[in-house]
């Protein structure tokens, strides 16, 4: 009897734990063979589905930034919250989010530094990656001048200012070990205070 092999879900399988693979063994030292043997399957089977290591590393990442975007938007359709409170909940989770996957952040750093040296633009992949979150910080604020709840300032300054804090937090969590979200948060909330009318 033929065994039935749902691919999507094996795929999605092989995006999850090698996203331990990665996190455990660097960047560097991730090798086709590790993830296959994480996975239970054979390098062979692994080629199925991925032509490379670095293909199943941004994949692994695209997936974890989907599941984040998609708790974004879940939020944002909320209606029942003020504008001010979707966005100090959208800047939470993400915080959140990067805190729970840290040593992905440490992973990834390495990542973009091996690329950088190779000569790649960093800067444009990063931002391909992260034009979901701010067109999602981008709505909120706009609705929130709509909605009369913050001042009638520039969407963009206000955007690249959220954003800049965001980076600010995951480079102190990666690089300077800096864990506490709380006084971040407070810090994060006396700067969108400057935002409201």
């Not at 990656?129 to 604020?141: G, M, N, Y």
């Amino acid at each position: 009897m033929a065994i039935v092999v749902e691919h999507e879900k094996r795929k999605q399988e092989i995006l999850e734990k090698s996203l331990d693979v990665f996190v455990e063994e660097g960047y560097e030292d991730a090798t086709f063979q590790k993830i296959a043997d994480r996975c239970g399957i054979t390098r062979t089977t692994l080629y199925i589905y991925f032509h490379n290591k670095r293909e199943i590393f941004l994949c692994s990442i695209k997936q974890l930034l989907s599941n984040l975007e998609v708790s974004l938007l879940e939020l944002v359709a909320d209606d029942s919250e003020s504008a001010k409170e979707k966005l100090k909940k959208t800047i939470t989770l993400v915080l959140e989010e990067c805190l729970a996957n840290k040593k992905l952040f440490n992973v990834l750093l390495e990542y973009l530094l091996q690329l950088k040296k190779s000569g790649v633009d960093t800067n444009t992949r990063v931002l391909r990656r992260v034009i979901k979150l701010r067109h999602i910080l981008s709505s909120i604020i706009i609705k929130g001048i709509q909605s009369n709840e913050f001042k009638n300032l520039n969407v963009h300054e206000i955007n690249d200012v959220i954003y800049a804090l965001i980076e600010t937090y995951i480079f102190r969590m990666t690089l300077l070990n800096q864990d506490d979200l709380t006084e971040y948060l407070n810090t994060i909330n006396l700067t969108l205070e400057k935002f409201c009318k």
